[in-house]
């Protein structure tokens, strides 16, 4: 008698235990994860909607100004100009320009935000490519601008451009981390010496080919250069582009062999 009445309090007191217990499974976490599941999935068709509503004005088009063979001393009156558009370069320096007054004017143009890429020591074809000097020289202007910014600049630019470069070059520029920029237009700057308005009219002449990649504009560090700015910033965003510095770690590559690893 006493066994049984132990055996039917146990399984009374063991109802309620029963109940709390099924319903804490179902206020539990992971039945709620499924629940947000199976409402996200629900929603997911809008979701995929939503791209294609937003593309061309929320992704900004972005050109790249490019100013080689410096420091000059129009330097410092370049970025000036660039701070009067509101605009940031990128500077590609010859590491034996890179001195006196320059060192200071390097610096500040890299407090300003521009970027500074490396374009070999001497920019002497001969020895960058026959001789062999490519790496060498850019590990020594890497050392010289180290000690100027404080920071290892990894990005460079070949003079002449990259098709210049051998297989075994190729090879080391990857070994060393570099980023290699090329261009995609050329001002030609060089044919319109004296010429700012022609460099400008040929750029924008140039920019209507860009509708998928970012333009990459070169130009050199010169009088005529510094003159061009105002109307080379107006015709760059008159294209529908914002002109932006590039640094090395950015996600677009360019360059003349086509070589994701550069
Ligand atoms: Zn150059």
Request: aromatic share 6%; hydrophobic share 35%; proline share 5%.
């Amino acid at each position: 008698m006493k066994k049984k009445i132990i055996i039917i309090s146990s399984i009374l007191l063991l109802i309620p235990c029963v109940v709390v217990g099924i319903s804490l499974f179902l206020k539990s976490p992971d039945v709620a994860k499924v629940e947000t599941k199976s409402s996200k999935q629900e929603t997911l068709p809008h979701q995929d909607q939503a791209p294609k509503k937003v593309p061309t004005k929320s992704k900004q088009k972005i050109a790249y100004l490019t100013i080689d063979d410096g420091p000059t001393k129009y330097l410092t009156e370049i970025v000036a100009a660039l701070k009067k558009e509101n605009v940031k370069a990128t500077f590609f320096l010859v590491g034996n320009n890179i001195t006196g007054d320059h060192k200071k004017e390097v610096k500040e143009a890299a407090e300003a935000g521009h970027s500074i890429g490396m374009h070999s020591m001497t920019h002497d074809s001969k020895k960058l490519y026959k001789k062999g000097q490519f790496i060498p020289e850019m590990k020594q202007e890497s050392t010289l601008i180290n000690g100027l910014l404080g920071k290892q600049i990894k990005l460079i630019r070949a003079p002449y451009g990259s098709t210049y470069l051998n297989s075994a070059q190729i090879k080391k520029v990857k070994e060393e981390k570099y980023r290699l920029l090329d261009w995609n237009i050329d001002s030609e700057d060089w044919r319109h010496k004296g010429q700012p308005q022609k460099i400008v009219a040929s750029v924008k002449e140039q920019l209507d080919k860009f509708h998928k990649i970012s333009p990459v504009i070169l130009v050199h560090e010169t009088e005529d250069t510094l003159k061009a700015i105002p109307g080379l910033i107006k015709a760059i965003r008159e294209k529908g582009f914002e002109p932006m510095p590039y640094f090395e770690d950015n996600d677009f590559h360019m360059n003349f062999i086509k070589d994701a690893g550069l």
